[in-house]
């Protein structure tokens, strides 16, 4: 996960997700939504986890 335009990280990545937004407020909450998305996914689907 990345801000703004990826920056470097986008060269290397596999996957990303990019917000590209100029907050790095906004940035850290859409990214912890995302966080916040998985883990419930996860808690409600445990049978994935093995």
Same mark, same amino acid.
């Given at each position: 996960?990345? @801000? *703004?335009?990826? @920056?470097? !990280?986008?060269? *290397?990545?596999?996957? @990303?997700?990019?917000?590209?937004?100029?907050? $790095?407020?906004?940035?850290?909450?859409?990214?912890?939504?995302?966080?916040?998305? !998985?883990?419930? $996914? *996860?808690?409600?689907?445990?049978?994935?986890? @093995?």
């Amino acid at each position: 996960m990345a @801000g *703004f335009d990826g @920056g470097k !990280i986008r060269e *290397f990545a596999q996957a @990303g997700l990019v917000i590209p937004l100029s907050s $790095y407020e906004w940035i850290e909450d859409g990214h912890m939504i995302l966080c916040h998305m !998985i883990v419930c $996914y *996860f808690k409600s689907h445990q049978e994935l986890l @093995g």
